[in-house]
């Protein structure tokens, strides 16, 4: 179904940048050309401090034509795109120190390859060549790509993402090709595999971008234009056009928006049909028949986005005792309660227990993604939180179990293990808060609490297993960071590796269960000096004097390596003023430079017990 040309006025008359982002998105219908370039017009006319964002595209066929669906989806998104396109084919050239990509500066940059690109043997038929032959050219292919690939890497900090523009005509051998020994299919999901398994071993900041499973969703003949192909070069039709643009405007969503981290959901008509309060129980649509079938699969959807690393709270305007009996009762609910890591039923304004969540869980509201289906709830957390990523629930239900799909920030560009485990991370740090209550309630000391817990700190020293959840940690941690100096992957190996720095990291465990990797440092090291580059913790251990153990270690292992002086600095920012008296607070003083010193030498150690943590440095 086509937009009007009257709704989308109506639409473009909302007058701001997220609703008419969330009603197109939320809209079956297909956008046209022009129509695309008015939505990102007028989008741009009515925000002009819109960030931009610098795209720059190697290519070996027309990219030009997916200007203006960029365009749109970086408007919807809040950004201004510049887009530079270089010369046909000019990989090499561009992947030199002084190109015009590099010059272009790019936040991100984009690699649209035909496979025959990558040698020349691919122009011909797979099947003809014996498994000798076939094996050979798949290392050699795979050996030019990622060699490109890394010089790009080398010369740039920049986001990388790859694509193969999969077969316009689809494999040779037709019908048999899935099953048949010299599959072609087979041979290039081995190429991607081995492709992959490279990039993600030795490269930060490089995406494989498959466009073989878009292609899969819209199906080959709407996929690709036959007519634009050869006539022009350009393969994609609109819809894929579209859904290439916003693919990619979501990996820069990732990089350059805040977070997310919680998916906070309503319960009537969005985890289930129709009102607990008013149909009971038993009235409810939720189960394996229509409409009901249509809220498990979007249940089944939440569960990914929590596998993802991202988790769930509940906010309803319900008496908690009908909400409870579904979680707890109802034989087809899937999301229980364990599920949820905090929740608010009850009958205040939505934004207010927004905020309460908010202070319960540590978190900032732009962290937030809130779903209801109510227009009237949705407009007042837009209206009080605009910080708080807003998604109103389909009428049709049939759209109910996509409705997240278009969330750009819902996507992540790498999975830890914390990731993993984060429900049960937030289940345990509730149950420390009940037992800091109970602690308080029976006239008990901080002391009392801390001791109570049975804390015991890992720490360790450059551990390349850990490169992923430390550049995790580096980049998002905000609050009780002295420095906020961010770095990719392969900065943190190199930090790692270098004579001169070390990086040093601690998990934390206590009676609860363990919380997993939630400290770094990073430290420059002279003959006698250290200079302490970055030092910050999760906001999940703030509170637990995580820190000055973390710290006393530290300092007692650097006077060990001959270190007689540490010099730091805090670096203010909007959010880590939490993180300001820390140094001082632990002996730094202020040198003439403005930053602040410690001497190790004659240094008493602080009394062990001090920190009620046991601590093991490896």
Same mark, same amino acid.
């Given at each position: 179904m086509k937009l009007s040309p009257d709704l989308l006025d109506t639409w473009l008359a909302l007058g701001d940048r997220a609703a008419i982002s969330q009603t197109l998105r939320a809209s079956a219908a297909q956008i046209t050309l022009p129509q695309a370039r008015k939505i990102a017009a007028r989008i741009q006319a $009515?925000?002009?401090t819109m960030p931009r964002l610098k795209i720059g595209i190697l290519r070996s066929y027309s990219s030009e034509p997916l200007d203006p669906w960029l365009g749109l989806e970086a408007a919807l998104e809040g950004f201004f795109p510049e887009i530079y396109h270089a010369p046909y084919g000019f990989f090499h050239?561009?992947?030199?120190?002084g190109s015009r990509l590099l010059s272009f500066e790019p936040d991100l940059t984009l690699l649209l390859l035909r496979r025959e690109d990558l040698h020349p043997g691919l122009a011909e038929p797979l099947?003809? $060549?014996?498994?000798?032959?076939r094996q050979s050219l798949q290392d050699e292919?795979?050996? &030019?790509?990622?060699?490109?690939?890394? &010089?790009?890497?080398?010369?740039?900090?920049?986001?990388?993402?790859?694509?193969?523009?999969?077969?316009?005509?689809?494999?040779?051998?037709?019908?048999?090709?899935?099953?048949?020994?010299?599959?072609?299919?087979?041979?290039?999901?081995g190429f991607e595999q081995r492709l992959v398994g490279q990039l993600r071993e030795a490269m930060s900041g490089v995406l494989f971008l498959d466009l073989g499973a878009a292609l899969e969703q819209i199906g080959r003949n709407a996929y690709f234009d036959q007519k634009y192909w050869y006539s022009a070069r350009f393969p994609f039709s609109a819809e894929a056009s579209r859904d290439l643009a916003r693919r990619l405007i979501s990996i820069a969503a990732v990089l350059q928006r805040p977070k997310a981290k919680v998916i906070v959901l309503d319960a009537d008509n969005t985890l289930w049909g129709g009102i607990v309060g008013e149909d009971g129980p038993q009235g409810i649509a939720l189960g394996h028949d229509w409409p009901g079938n249509c809220y498990l699969a979007f249940q089944r959807r939440l569960l990914d986005y929590r596998s993802r690393g991202f988790v769930l709270a509940l906010c309803s305007k319900n008496n908690a005792a009908d909400v409870d009996v579904i979680l707890r009762e109802h034989p087809q609910q899937l999301l229980r309660e364990f599920c949820f890591v905090a929740r608010r039923v009850n009958w205040a304004p939505k934004p207010q227990n927004l905020r309460e969540l908010a202070s319960e869980l540590n978190l900032g509201l732009e962290s937030f993604v809130f779903v209801d289906d109510s227009v009237h709830e949705c407009a007042a957390v837009r209206h009080e939180l605009p910080q708080v990523e807003v998604v109103q629930v389909p009428g049709n239900p049939l759209a109910v179990p996509t409705c997240l799909d278009s969330v750009a920030r819902l996507e992540i560009l790498a999975l830890t293990q914390e990731?993993?485990?984060?429900?049960?991370?937030?289940?345990?740090?509730?149950?420390? &808060?009940?037992?800091?209550?109970?602690?308080d309630g029976d006239g008990g000391s901080l002391d009392d609490y801390l001791r109570s817990l049975d804390m015991h700190m890992r720490i360790s020293l450059d551990d390349r297993s850990q490169v992923a959840r430390l550049t995790q940690l580096v980049n998002k941690t905000n609050q009780f960071n002295l420095t906020t100096r961010r770095y990719d992957e392969d900065q943190m190996r190199a930090f790692m590796t270098a004579d001169h720095s070390v990086v040093a990291h601690f998990a934390l465990a206590d009676s609860f269960g363990d919380s997993g990797v939630v400290g770094l440092a990073i430290f420059r090291l002279g003959t006698t000096l250290a200079e302490l580059d970055s030092f910050l913790m999760s906001c999940r251990v703030i509170g637990r004097r995580a820190e000055s153990a973390f710290l006393e270690a530290l300092? &007692?292992?650097?006077?060990?390596?001959?270190?007689?002086?540490?010099?730091?600095?805090?670096l203010p920012t909007p959010k880590n003023a939490l993180a300001e008296t820390f140094l001082p607070d632990h002996g730094f003083v202020p040198g003439a430079d403005g930053r602040l010193y410690l001497d190790l030498v004659d240094r008493p150690p602080l009394p062990a017990n001090r920190f009620p943590i046991q601590v093991e440095l490896t």
């Open positions: $009515l925000d002009a050239q561009e992947a030199q120190a099947v003809a $060549l014996p498994d000798r032959e292919a795979l050996r &030019r790509l990622v060699e490109l690939i890394g &010089r790009l890497r080398d010369l740039t900090t920049n986001q990388i993402v790859v694509t193969l523009l999969p077969p316009l005509h689809g494999p040779g051998l037709g019908l048999i090709d899935r099953q048949a020994e010299r599959s072609e299919r087979a041979w290039w999901d990731d993993l485990n984060k429900t049960a991370l937030y289940a345990q740090e509730r149950e420390r &808060r009940e037992l800091k209550q109970r602690v300092l &007692r292992w650097l006077a060990d390596t001959g270190i007689r002086q540490v010099v730091g600095e805090f």
